[in-house]
């Protein structure tokens, strides 16, 4: 008998049993819509968070003050701005490097206020940190030389000081210091690592001279929250990560047997630490989804051992008009393949409708990728042969004068 | 079909043993028989004579635990299970008493399903199976499901299905057992028709004398022997 008639004779053998075949099938389609449905997920939630971390500048080495031990304990020491210039000075293949004091404070416009990380940094931190303007200009030289009381903006910021009002050229209070308003930063989105949508940046001068005053001298020198560079180029990182790390043990006097106090932190490093996360997460959540499936198919195999105990008189009387081993063997074998792959195409149409509802919903961007969908399909596809055969051997070795008399 | 002077079948010997606990059942205990082609003939015995064990045996759904069979000039013996298969396939014909047609299946359908493992194909098979339903008088019913026709229609479907890859015997198994005495009448007539008009070699199993009392031979089993092989 040839496929096509045998899916015809399967379809019908399933259509039998309508609410038992929907029921068997339901293992799979939760199983391979779990799987697609999660992978969407993963996929969308790791692409949207690279694209946030490498939002946050490219081939970026950042140094900050300190260091955190393993066991909580924090080792204390200062970043200088003579570091920083040490680093201009030593560091080999860095295209830009722009260094950052940062404390919260308080921004007030009429009646709102908010309080915010105010960043006191020059005019390349822009390309450094990858930012991009909404409106007006960033912070530049000149405000920086003049001590000019200029201040750019997040998104985030303005919207809550402003609340639709343009900012630009308006003077707002920084602690008790009256600013005025040169630019406003693009929405970057999303948060965590140094959201600059809740920030607001003056020019590095302005800060030590005009706004933080003595937070911002430590010994007599003026100290720094972190200094940022960016590579020439990806390659560049790790050399330029050596250098930071050679240049500052120098400065600080630190033996190699000694621990550091300041930690070199790239953001290369931090991409690969997640890629290892999400890796991590991808793998776990393929089991959870491979168990179900797993137990979708022992389902289905169940069920097609109490068909075949049930057709066993057809069973007989197929092999008595000339059926062979083989004949029966394919024919249950169809009939699960049949009912699993109608159950992975109504999975991946389930788990496909699942991350469009997340998607529009905008929790997450999920992204349904080809091979996502053709591995549902062919593992659908495994679990009716793996669980099929059983059954399907069952069937096709039943010997044909005691299959023709079970009652 | 008649090769070896006629004879479809000759078995010689032949017994049939199970092991019940530590009892030996002896269902058959060395019975020889032949049959010629276009005969028909009853075997008859009370329950437990044999007589469904030699009817399995001599269609090939059981093996023997001795003796030999040759069945349309081939020892059936130590063939392989694919070739047993096909063996019932295209030289059985087989009735039985339950009809055994497949539910939601169109009697053409039920019809055409030897010859789907025979490997017939397309139009060819099509026509044989409308033929042979022409054959027991359904031709109108071709496209009815078994739960549509009559216990003796769906007996007559079960015939069609029988004849339809021209065996060299037709094994029927109590076949009017499930119908009532006139439907029963009607089955043997058709049974008798075939039997005079096409030469179709028939050997009915039952425990009814007036069904084995339309046929030309009897024979009697007794514990697994013959006890009498009478010919009108």
């Known amino acids: 008998m040839n496929v096509l008639a045998n899916i015809r004779v399967a379809m019908r053998a399933l259509a039998v049993n309508k609410l038992r075949s929907v029921l068997t099938m339901l293992g799979i389609i939760i199983g391979v819509a779990a799987v697609v449905a999660l992978m969407a997920i993963g996929n969308g939630a790791t692409a949207s968070i690279t694209e946030q971390i490498e939002g946050i500048g490219s081939n970026m080495v950042t140094v900050f003050p300190g260091r955190f031990e393993r066991g909580g304990e924090r080792i204390q020491a200062n970043l200088t701005y003579s570091d920083y210039e040490a680093l201009t000075q030593g560091v080999e293949k860095v295209s830009v490097i722009s260094p950052v004091f940062q404390r919260f404070s308080q921004l007030t416009y009429g009646g709102n206020s908010v309080d915010v990380e105010v960043m006191a940094t020059v005019d390349n931190y822009q390309q450094v940190r990858a930012m991009e303007l909404a409106n007006g200009r960033f912070v530049s030289r000149i405000d920086d030389s003049?001590?000019?009381?200029v201040v750019v903006l997040g998104s985030q910021t303005a919207t809550d000081l402003f609340a639709g009002l343009s900012p630009i050229g308006r003077n707002i209070r920084i602690d008790d210091?009256?600013?005025?308003?040169?630019?406003?930063?693009?929405?970057?989105?999303g948060g965590g690592f140094g959201s600059e949508d809740d920030s607001a940046i003056i020019p590095l001068e302005t800060g030590y001279t005009r706004l933080f005053g003595s937070r911002a001298i430590r010994q007599g020198e003026r100290v720094l929250s972190l200094v940022s560079m960016s590579a020439a180029t990806p390659e560049d990182v790790e050399w330029v990560m050596v250098q930071v790390e050679r240049i500052m043990r120098q400065r600080h006097g630190l033996k190699l047997s000694d621990e550091l106090d300041f930690t070199v932190f790239s953001q290369n490093a931090f991409l690969e630490a997640f890629d290892q996360i999400t890796a991590t997460l991808t793998i776990f959540l393929g089991a959870i989804a491979g168990i179900s499936l797993l137990v979708g198919g022992i389902g289905i195999m169940n069920i097609m051992l109490v068909s075949v105990t049930e057709r066993t008189r057809e069973i007989g009387l197929r092999k008595a008009v000339g059926a062979r081993r083989g004949t029966i063997m394919f024919q249950f074998l169809i009939e699960t393949i049949v009912l699993s792959l109608i159950g992975g195409v109504t999975g991946i149409a389930l788990g496909w409708g699942i991350a469009y509802g997340v998607s529009a919903a905008d929790l997450v961007q999920a992204d349904v990728q080809g091979n996502t969908i053709m591995m549902a399909f062919f593992f659908a596809a495994f679990v009716g042969i793996f669980f099929g055969i059983y059954p399907a051997s069952r069937a096709a070795r039943l010997s044909p004068i005691e299959a023709l008399r079970y009652e | 079909m008649f090769s070896d002077?006629?004879?479809?079948?000759?078995?010689?010997g032949i017994s049939k043993h199970y092991q019940m606990g530590d009892t030996t059942v002896r269902a058959l205990d060395g019975v020889d028989l032949s049959v010629n082609s276009g005969e028909m003939l009853s075997i008859m015995g009370p329950s437990g004579s044999g007589k469904s064990t030699l009817m399995a045996i001599l269609g090939c759904l059981d093996k023997p635990s001795h003796g030999r069979y040759r069945l349309d000039g081939e020892y059936v013996e130590g063939m392989s299970d694919a070739r047993l298969a096909e063996i019932r396939g295209k030289k059985i014909g087989f009735v039985f008493q339950q009809f055994n047609l497949l539910a939601r299946t169109s009697a053409l359908e039920n019809v055409m399903l030897p010859l789907t493992y025979a490997g017939v194909r397309g139009r060819e098979k099509q026509s044989h199976a409308r033929e042979?339903?022409?054959l027991v008088g359904l031709a109108d019913r071709m496209d009815h499901k078994p739960g549509e026709l009559s216990g003796g229609q769906q007996q007559r479907v079960a015939i069609a299905r029988a004849l339809v890859n021209?065996?060299?015997?037709?094994?029927?198994?109590?076949?009017?057992?499930a119908l009532d005495s006139k439907t029963g009448d009607e089955l043997m007539e058709l049974f008798g028709k075939l039997h005079r008009d096409r030469g179709i070699t028939l050997c009915v199993v039952t425990h009814d004398p007036e069904v084995a009392a339309l046929t030309q031979r009897v024979v009697r089993l007794h514990d697994g022997n013959v006890l009498e092989d009478k010919s009108k």
């Open chain 1, 177 to 189: 210091v009256f600013f005025q308003v040169i630019g406003v930063l693009a929405s970057k989105g």
């Open chain 1, 146 to 149: 003049s001590r000019a009381r």
């Open chain 2, 132 to 134: 042979a339903l022409d």
């Open chain 2, 166 to 177: 021209r065996p060299a015997i037709l094994l029927a198994d109590e076949p009017t057992g």
């Open chain 2, 5 to 12: 002077n006629g004879v479809v079948i000759r078995i010689e």
